[in-house]
């Protein structure tokens, strides 16, 4: 209460005047006969009856509302949905300190008040009352434009009122706002209905009721949309390989010993967003509140790296809040959706995080699971950290079978070899050669295996469409595009992708880059940290072998090696 009411610095006498309050409070609700505060070890209870307040009445109305008009009662749902709406007297708590508790609160009451309405216009429209609506609806609709279900509604009121032309513009404005606003084409509901208009049939039955109808009930509060999102991409086709893997993370998020928060880390193209969307996939049934998914944009070449802000705009676009309503501050997002998702069996996938920073922000209420992946472990966020490693020959192999054809792999069994070893156990790699080998399906094996061998332009060659291994290792490269040291970085890295030595060790590392030893043991940690090195043992780091050649032959395109 007192960071409540004194967010930036309360003062001194902050418990003695809340106690005061307290007092002042308890003897109004006396003086009204609605209730009574009581004193608790954690701070004060409101006791009162269960319809003391006019939201337990509101929620009450608009259940048996919802009751009615699932059942095929439109009469007595509208009337029901009517008297709901008629306690509203302008917007909630007008005259209170709009603290962070209370504009949470507002924007909760405002999303159930706008889906008990769109349920009353919807009994409206079933009662033949269409005409009637038609000036109600524009106006919801200019108030709130990226809501189909309102969309829809017009569409049929003006349908009904004969002005087919009007309910054929509708649409037409309905798919300009959803295209530049989300980059969304309407949906199936509201698409049948331009046909159906356009075809001047009868109209089909409203697709949306369920989502229409669904207020949320006083058990749901802290959700603002009824039906939970479920915004995982698709599924990784023919996904192979990491059955270990897959195995111990799906105990790890699933058991009560478990955790409820994971990250998986890796080098680039190692296969952790593949991983964590087809992990996620086969949890479905493990979480009723829903998926939300997120690319945060860390490991993107071209892209710059999904502010927190826009991340959770994102989010809670997805849980229902009207993108006007979406708080611009970074604390004030996250704390509503920290309440949004706190009754929630919820999965957040969060992929491709840049670091610690950019994810705090977004992690939801307690009862929710997350999955990160990053090529950072995150340590700092107190998560289980779930570490990938290349797949062995094995699995190389199966995987290049799996997608490329199990009979051209037991034609060429060494070639296939050579393939999956230049590849270096990198999922990525080893579906970009597939890919390029489904496209020539009479092409023997020894075609891609012979470019591949060429060093030089090993990188060129494991490129197909929009994925290459090349712009993978690069965006790894700009993560140090701004580390003050970016100079000795590089030239480390450059001596030691020309390097012999197996390992390099921190006296190697020292004498090479011309540096203090504790000097180049930092050097090296920032390295390991992005995962440009690995490390088997303290004091030892190795550069895997596409990772060499792309600082061998490529890096100097994304960075200048000063000094060298």
């Not at 609160?105 to 005409?131: C, F, I, N, Y």
């Not at 037409?172 to 199936?188: D, F, M, N, S, T």
């Not at 075809?199 to 509060?221: F, H, I, K, N």
């Amino acid at each position: 209460m007192i960071t409540e009411l004194w967010p930036a610095k309360p003062p001194t006498t902050a418990a003695t005047l809340i106690r005061g309050y307290i007092l002042q409070l308890r003897r109004a609700l006396g003086d009204l006969g609605g209730g009574t505060v009581l004193t608790r070890a954690s701070g004060y209870e409101l006791r009162c009856a269960a319809d003391a307040t006019d939201v337990a009445r509101f929620d009450a109305l608009t259940a048996r509302g919802r009751a009615a008009l699932a059942k095929g009662d439109a009469e007595e749902a509208h009337l029901l949905l009517t008297q709901a709406l008629a306690l509203w007297r302008g917007e909630p708590y007008s005259d209170a300190l709009p603290t962070t508790a209370v504009t949470a609160e507002v924007s909760r009451l405002d999303e159930r008040r706008l889906t008990a309405t769109e349920a009353r216009v919807e009994a409206g429209l079933l009662l033949g009352r269409g005409p009637e609506l038609i000036h109600e609806l524009q106006n919801l609709t200019s108030e709130h434009p990226l809501r189909e279900g309102l969309w829809g509604q017009l569409m049929r009121a003006l349908y009904a009122a004969d002005r087919r032309a009007d309910a054929l513009d509708s649409y037409r404005r309905a798919r300009q706002v959803l295209v530049e606003e989300l980059g969304l084409e309407p949906g199936p509901d509201l698409r049948e209905l331009h046909r159906a208009i356009l075809e001047g049939r009868s109209l089909p039955g409203p697709g949306t009721s369920a989502r229409l109808v669904a207020v949320p009930s006083a058990a749901q509060e802290g959700s603002a949309s009824a039906s939970p999102p479920l915004e995982l991409p698709r599924d990784v086709p023919a996904f192979s390989g990491r059955q270990e893997d897959l195995a111990s993370l799906q105990r790890l998020m699933t058991s009560p010993s478990g955790s409820s928060a994971v990250v998986i880390t890796g080098s680039g193209g190692m296969g952790k967003s593949a991983l964590a969307i087809h992990l996620a996939h086969r949890l479905r049934d493990h979480f009723p509140g829903g998926f939300l998914y997120v690319d945060l944009q860390g490991s993107r070449e071209a892209l710059e790296p999904l502010q927190s802000t826009e991340a959770l705009g994102r989010m809670l676009r997805a849980l229902g809040i009207a993108p006007t309503d979406v708080p611009a501050e970074t604390a004030e997002a996250a704390a509503r959706f920290r309440s949004l998702t706190t009754d929630r069996d919820m999965l957040v996938l969060l992929d491709n995080a840049v670091d610690g920073a950019q994810v705090g922000p977004l992690l939801p209420g307690e009862r929710c699971s997350v999955l990160v992946t990053s090529r950072r472990s995150l340590t700092t966020l107190g998560y289980a950290v779930h570490h990938l490693n290349a797949l062995s020959e094995q699995e190389s192999l199966a995987m290049l079978g799996s997608l490329a054809g199990e009979d051209r792999v037991a034609a060429e069994p060494d070639v296939a070899q050579r393939i999956a070893r230049y590849c270096e156990g990198l999922p990525l790699a080893l579906r970009i050669a597939a890919a390029r080998l489904t496209s020539r399906p009479r092409w023997p094996l020894r075609w891609l295996a012979d470019r591949l061998e060429n060093e030089r332009r090993r990188l060129d060659e494991l490129k197909v469409d929009d994925l290459s291994i090349r712009s993978t290792l690069a965006a790894t490269f700009q993560q140090l595009e701004n580390d003050p040291s970016v100079r000795d970085l590089t030239r480390l890295l450059s001596i030691l992708a020309a390097s012999r030595h197996p390992h390099i060790t921190l006296p190697l590392a020292a004498g090479v880059a011309g540096t203090a030893p504790d000097q180049a043991e930092k050097l090296l940690e920032k390295l390991l940290d992005i995962r440009l090195l690995d490390s088997p043992e303290p004091g030892r780091y190795q550069m895997q072998g596409l990772m060499r050649l792309f600082v061998k032959y490529q890096a100097d395109r994304h960075l200048t090696f000063s000094g060298i």
